[in-house]
């Protein structure tokens, strides 16, 4: 089947349930203004709550609606959300804002043992002009190497089980992945190509926010004819969260 060239912009970032490093300030407003500065057609977010009583009862200006609706507001009229970690008084997770319609999503467990609760958040997108659907997945996984290649495995097995082997692909999130194991696995595993590592030799560096060192966050991309990174400013991002956020154009 062949489609006209088609083009859209991705973003993915670590919100930190709204708050700086540290949690030392509230910034949930600011951090949605440099969100729509973007003007992403497609966002990922992570570490962003649906619900938590107990701090929008003491933290002023608390959104009355759920984080990612509120990041969503009127530029994203798409938005799909997956709890990971669930408490008493709320719950985190991930979220999906899209101009595109989303026809549908799933929330996967990808929790292995213990306390640390991980999912990955599959939306299936209908992009107009574009006759296939897209998949775009929302990924935070562990903090412990045998975790992490474990969910990456059950990652490739999304892909490669569930989504038509033509469709496009677009994976994007906090990998915790600061031995760069994803790279190999992914591609050898599912095609799937990180676009910083493919354009620059190594994927970028993005924790900590203020001095980034670490290779946490990736965008990975199957089925895509060019894929470009998008440069996004030093400030105001340096202070916004602990993880510096990725941007990239994914043409089809």
Same mark, same amino acid.
């Given at each position: 089947m062949s489609h006209a060239p088609l083009s859209f912009r991705v973003l993915t970032v670590n919100t930190h349930k709204g708050f700086t490093f540290f949690n030392r300030k509230f910034i949930l407003h600011e %951090?949605?203004? $440099? *969100?729509? $500065? #973007? &003007? &992403?057609? #497609? #966002?990922? %977010? !992570?570490e962003v709550h649906g619900a +938590?009583?107990? %701090?929008? &009862?003491r933290v002023a200006n608390w959104p009355d609606t759920p984080q990612y609706e509120f990041m969503a507001d009127t530029l994203w009229p798409e938005f799909a959300y997956g709890s990971n970690a669930v408490y008493p008084h709320g719950h985190h997770g991930n979220a999906v804002l899209s101009k595109f319609p989303i026809l549908r999503y799933e929330n996967r467990d990808v929790s292995i043992s213990g306390p640390e609760k991980r999912a990955l958040l599959h939306c299936v997108l209908q992009v107009p002009g574009w006759k296939s659907d897209v998949h775009a997945i929302c990924v935070h996984l562990g903090l412990r190497e045998p975790h992490r290649l474990k969910q990456l495995r059950l990652l490739? !097995?999304? *892909? +490669?089980?569930?989504i038509n082997h033509d469709d496009p692909v677009v994976v994007a999130g906090d990998f915790n992945d600061w031995r760069r194991r994803a790279h190999a696995v992914l591609e050898r595993e599912a095609g799937l190509k990180e676009v910083f590592e493919q354009a620059d030799g190594r994927s970028a560096r993005t924790f900590p926010a203020r001095y980034p060192v670490l290779q946490l966050d990736r965008i990975y991309v199957r089925n895509a004819r060019v894929h470009s990174p998008v440069v996004l400013p030093r400030h105001p991002w340096s202070h916004l969260s602990d993880h510096a956020p990725l941007a990239a154009e994914i043409s089809l």
């Open positions: %951090l949605r203004e $440099a *969100v729509r $500065a #973007v &003007a &992403a057609d #497609v #966002v990922f %977010l !992570q +938590n009583e107990k %701090l929008g &009862a490739c !097995q999304l *892909v +490669n089980t569930e």
